[in-house]
């Protein structure tokens, strides 16, 4: 199957910036689409962003202009780079994949999910 490993989380002031980075091992050609989610406490998983094989790319309008998502094949590696952080940013950010095809932006759409990383941006 896939294994996917985030990292980069932290703490980090509203306006600021990080990147998150999630790693996938084993069998990463099964691997058509890789998004991020976020949880924050008492609310529903939410999409973030996604990129497809073909490096299409989709971002929820609450993150559009402020978040970047991008590959690297070689690596096997998708990033989330976030800047112009918000408070309401905070949550626990989780990659997730799926060998479905087109664009997907619901949880229960995705086979595979990494343990998550915290992200807390102070006001």
């Known amino acids: 199957q896939v294994q996917l490993v985030e990292s980069g989380g932290g703490l980090v002031q509203a306006g600021g910036s990080l990147r998150l980075s999630c790693a996938a091992s084993g069998r990463t050609f099964l691997l058509y689409n890789t998004a991020w989610f976020r949880q924050a406490p008492g609310k529903e998983r939410e999409f973030v962003a996604a990129i497809n094989w073909r490096s299409n790319i989709y971002y929820a309008d609450s993150v559009k202009g402020r978040f970047t998502i991008s590959r690297d094949n070689a690596k096997n590696t998708v990033y989330l780079q976030m800047s112009s952080l918000k408070p309401e940013d905070t949550a626990v950010y989780y990659c997730?994949?799926?060998?479905?095809?087109?664009?997907?932006?619901?949880?229960?759409?995705?086979?595979?999910w990494g343990q998550g990383t915290q992200v807390t941006v102070s006001s």
């Open positions: 997730a994949g799926t060998s479905n095809d087109g664009y997907r932006q619901y949880p229960p759409e995705y086979d595979y």
